[in-house]
RNA sequence: GGUCUGUUGGUGAAGUGGUUUAACACACCGCCCUCUCAAGGCGGCAUACACGGGUUCAAAUCCCGUACAGACUACCA
């Protein structure tokens, strides 16, 4: 039996290496154009780890005039969920990661197809093949046991742990031992037959780390698992060379399995890529840093961010800020333009873990929110709340234009007021603006709390509201009636003298406010009256007392 | 244990051997604006380059060691 008639006898493929060799040409791209690719496990959810890693595959690609396609790596068939790979596209979809080929919702995209892993298995077997024809894979017959074993005498000799060396027992098995063993029914995997020595150090670049030297790999890691499907190394080298990735973009996770990477794709003959680690985006757990954990936080699905009310938008901006900190500083200085404008480098990118920022990602949305326009609002907090707070959401449909009007509160000039941070709080910002939810604890009363005189201010001033008026005379009537009633119209005037006055206009300003809205912190009172009118004034007027 | 990576003020983070007296942002404090809040303006704060050696005319930046932190160490990805 020759090697050929050996690989035929170990693995059944319908075809040929070089068959797949030439179905997947090379491609054809402009200089400097980057070939990049999301490679999630269909777990049915979407890691705030893998939209980050999402946005910089997607804007390094776009941004170069690439290509960005989205593969599925369901190799581990114990993880597969149902409908897991529509849930990811979705998800990715709505923060506007978007992918010019692989898999998608109506079929798949490309030449270089198919792009679901579990579907490449007659590809992975033809070259895992051509590894056992040349010598440098082997099938190996050990069991989970014998390698506990192992992995126990060389803890406590202290020795490397892994299939190597003297070690790796299958390695020594003739052709003939193995021929009987697979006649005889003996299960196996495939294991590459790394030539490596580790005493030899292999110079690296990473795109975003820059140098660095790794020890060679010599494990004789699995490559064809027992189901038949490949493992994610090999999986990795042989997709990302035939599908023509340049870069891969990834977490930094898999720095430390990188040795094998290239030992696989100088076994397989085929171009080693350029890598980019991305940092690990981390949490502060109690003064100790940690990788976000999907368990331990609920935000590490980036469906969290949804039911939060937190706009999409704002989480890809926070994305942006965390891949390149001058993003900011950039936006800040040219407001009108989108992320997609800004050139997104890999040296700028964090090298050590990336702290999560809750409040920053608050305050991004705070200042994302404050840029929309009132209706863009209404639209967006009717569609939060119908998911997600039916009382607030018939609040809005019934009184559609009053919420606008509402949301336009300081809007829509130079500097918007920016207290909407999310969806889910925007009754807490305007409860006390529609009858139904107005049913206050208690009055936030500040320095007048006497009721003959809070009841005299409403009079005195109700007598002289004009809905009509402007802002300015608005504001005149008011300092007029407080003046009558012995507070200072101007606050100047009440610092140099406070005992001059029973107090000063913010003062008589806030019983006014509170008196209508129980609150003694609100947005421009002028514009909660002009909402009201005098009818809704006078109904809060008498409910104060009673 | 082994391998790899990282360590700059309270926090995040610029910085790629010499205009660094180390940006900037957040936080905090003060003042201004002001009918409250939010926002905005101005200023202040901080004993910041983990430690110890070395290379150099010159080191946050390059090299070596130590400490600490993290990742990885599956027939998971």
Request: proline letters at 3%.
């Amino acid at each position: 039996m020759d090697r050929k008639e050996y690989a035929d006898f170990l693995i059944k493929t319908t075809h040929d290496y070089n068959y797949y060799l030439d179905k997947y040409k090379k491609r054809e791209l402009k200089e400097g154009a980057m070939v990049t690719r999301l490679a999630p496990s269909p777990t049915g959810m979407v890691h705030l780890g893998s939209l980050y890693s999402g946005f910089i595959d997607k804007v390094m690609a776009s941004q170069s005039n690439g290509i960005c396609y989205l593969r599925i790596e369901d190799t581990d068939t114990k993880r597969t969920v149902e409908n897991g790979v529509n849930t990811i596209i979705d998800s990715l979809n709505k923060f506007g990661i978007t992918f010019d080929e692989g898999v998608a919702i109506d079929g798949e995209k490309g030449e270089y197809g198919p792009y679901v892993q579990s579907k490449r298995e007659d590809i992975y077997k033809a070259f895992a093949k051509k590894l056992i024809i040349e010598d440098k894979a082997y099938p190996c017959f050990c069991t989970k046991e014998d390698e506990e074993h192992n992995k126990e005498i060389q803890t406590k000799n202290k020795e490397q742990i892994g299939y190597y060396g003297r070690w790796a027992k299958c390695r020594k098995l003739t052709m003939e031992d193995v021929i009987e063993k697979v006649n005889n029914g003996d299960k196996y995997i495939i294991r590459l037959k790394s030539r490596g020595n580790p005493n030899h150090k292999i110079k690296f670049k990473d795109c975003i780390i820059g140098k660095m030297e790794i020890p060679q790999n010599n494990l004789d890691i699995p490559i064809i698992k027992s189901d038949g499907l490949p493992t994610y190394h090999f999986a990795h080298a042989v997709d990302d060379s035939l599908m023509g990735t340049t870069h891969v973009i990834r977490g930094e996770e898999w720095l430390p399995s990188l040795d094998k990477h290239i030992d696989l794709f100088e076994s397989l003959g085929f171009r080693i890529p350029k890598y980019a680690h991305i940092s690990t985006l981390m949490v502060d757990d109690n003064g100790t840093r940690r990788k976000i954990s999907k368990r331990k936080d609920p935000w590490a699905d980036v469906n969290y961010f949804h039911k939060q009310g937190i706009p999409n938008e704002a989480l890809v901006l926070y994305m942006a800020t965390l891949t390149n900190s001058n993003f900011e500083a950039w936006q800040n200085s040219n407001k009108d333009k989108s992320y997609k404008d800004f050139e997104f480098t890999f040296n700028k990118m964090s090298k050590g873990g990336t702290m999560y920022d809750y409040d920053k990602i608050i305050n991004i949305s705070k200042n994302f929110i404050s840029t929309l326009k009132a209706e863009e609002v209404y639209k967006r907090a009717l569609k939060y709340t119908r998911e997600y707070d039916r009382e607030m959401y018939e609040l809005l449909v019934k009184y559609k234009d009053y919420s606008i009007g509402i949301f336009n509160i300081e809007r829509e000039k130079r500097k918007p007021r920016k207290d909407i941070a999310s969806f889910n709080d925007i009754k807490n910002q305007t409860w006390y603006m529609y009858d139904e939810l107005f049913k206050p604890q208690k009055y936030e009363w500040g320095k007048i709390t006497n009721s003959d005189m809070i009841k005299k201010i409403f009079s005195e001033y109700m007598d002289v509201y004009d809905s009509n008026d402007d802002q300015d005379e608005w504001f005149k009537k008011m300092k007029k009636v407080a003046e009558s009633l012995g507070f200072a119209p101007e606050m100047k005037l009440y610092r140099e003298n406070p005992d001059n006055y029973k107090g000063s206009i913010a003062d008589f300003s806030t019983v006014l406010r509170v008196g209508l809205t129980s609150k003694s912190m609100t947005p421009d009172l002028y514009e909660i009256m002009k909402l009201f009118g005098r009818e809704k004034m006078e109904k809060r007027i008498v409910k104060i007392f009673n």
